[in-house]
């Protein structure tokens, strides 16, 4: 697909996230005014809030723009969704009619706060990412038990908190929890000393489901996708995670970036998962390419220093789709909501710049990374950024994400100290 023109000159930029082949989904505010849902083009927003309240667009018979966040919209089903999408693009394109009825309700993202782009029902994480699977597990496991029995038959997956969720931007403190050391008998009360980030893509729910359904229907449901860091402690995890697997190690934060691309701007992206080592049962096998070409960057700027650009990866290193984690999602029953939010695991290459976690890119703190600024990690440090970007490439025009973004803070005084 060639670049789509458009009247606003920013989104003719090649280098831009946001041209008129993209068009995601945000909420914003301007000042202290109150969120509104947006749509980014270029370097501006088109209030769509606006577009409703004017009719200028009213993509449903009652509002659903006006409160700050996508799920009503969401709820309306895939044909609004691309009705929706052929009419902003309309509006939006060179020579569009109503041209001057929609130019008053730009604003700048220079000068917006971007809030939650949509109201997160539930939150499960997978584990879906092979080469992250098997260095993690040749870690603590060695390399002949490296994967367990089940991985490749099953996405992995735990239900998270939806609470933790927050907006890129967002700091946050390091956690308190209990650790415990190989020489002591008794766990200790302490923060975190190897707290990680995880670079991973996050699919948008943005239909409901009652019963099982299959990866063609679960490929229909998915809105979009969002950049996720599923920020994790190491230390708590090691302690807390036999028999029954992540707890309080993954409810610190998980942070999206503030735009959702939908799944229409991506179709020109997408490829396949890869050769299966062993066949999948019939209800995960894929009607057709699940994945997407996007290339995917990590980079860690010390408190007061530059970054550096630590890992690089694409999203097609997945073993399982996002269309397959739903369609297994669902197979006990479970119902699925609107804005229900599926991380994809951690993303990681086959090289040691591809790895999408320090604890892979450290090799478990044994091989310290060293930084553009002279120091060196094996675990984020208070005041650490992580800034994660990620885009598709066309001819001639880029489909984006924008940032994820957040900063370790120290960890609060002792919460039971007396």
């Not at 917006?112 to 782009?117: F, I, S, T, V």
């Not at 934060?253 to 080592?277: G, M, Q």
């Amino acid at each position: 697909m060639m670049p789509r023109k458009s009247w606003v000159a920013s989104a003719n930029d090649p280098n831009t996230d946001f041209p008129l082949n993209n068009l995601p989904c945000g909420v914003f505010s301007i000042n202290d005014g109150e969120p509104r849902c947006g749509v980014a083009i270029g370097d501006m927003i088109l209030d769509v809030t606006a577009l409703e309240e004017n009719d200028i667009l009213r993509p449903g018979d009652e509002p659903v723009f006006d409160v700050p966040f996508w799920n009503d919209f969401m709820e309306l089903g895939p044909d609004t969704w691309a009705r929706f999408r052929a009419d902003l693009t309309a509006q939006l394109a060179e020579g569009a009619d109503r041209r001057t009825d929609v130019k008053p309700h730009l604003v700048r993202q220079a000068d917006a706060k971007m809030h939650m782009p949509f109201a997160v029902a539930e939150f499960t994480d997978f584990y879906a990412g092979r080469n992250h699977a098997t260095n993690v597990g040749t870690m603590f496991r060695g390399p002949e038990n490296a994967l367990p029995p089940n991985w490749l038959h099953i996405p992995i997956g735990y239900n998270g908190r939806a609470s933790s969720v927050v907006v890129s931007g967002t700091d946050f403190h390091r956690p308190w929890g209990q650790l415990k050391s190989p020489d002591h008998d008794m766990p200790a009360f302490l923060p975190s000393r190897r707290f990680d980030f995880e670079l991973e893509m996050g699919a948008v729910i943005g239909q409901p489901s009652d019963g099982p359904v299959t990866v063609a229907e679960a490929d229909e449901m998915i809105f979009g996708y969002v950049l996720l860091n599923d920020w994790s402690a190491r230390d708590i995890q090691a302690w807390e995670y036999q028999p029954l697997g992540p707890f309080q190690a993954k409810a610190t934060a998980t942070t999206i970036s503030p735009w959702i691309v939908t799944r229409a701007a991506l179709e020109p992206f997408r490829t396949s998962t890869p050769e299966r080592e062993k066949p999948l049962l019939p209800y995960l096998q894929e009607p057709g390419p699940m994945l997407y070409d996007i290339d995917l960057a990590v980079q860690l700027a010390p408190e007061g220093r530059p970054a550096t650009t630590i890992a690089r990866t694409n999203m097609a290193e997945l073993y399982y789709s996002a269309a397959q984690q739903l369609a297994h999602h669902t197979t006990s029953g479970c119902p699925m909501n609107v804005g229900d939010l599926l991380g994809s695991g951690t993303i990681s290459g086959p090289s040691r710049e591809s790895r999408g976690s320090l604890l892979e890119l450290s090799w478990g703190g044994k091989e310290p990374l060293a930084l553009d600024s002279g120091e060196t990690r094996t675990f984020l440090e208070d005041g650490d950024t992580i800034t994660m970007t990620g885009a598709a490439q066309g001819d001639g025009y880029r489909i984006g994400f924008g940032t994820c973004r957040g900063t370790v803070l120290p960890a609060r005084a002792d919460p039971y100290a007396r």
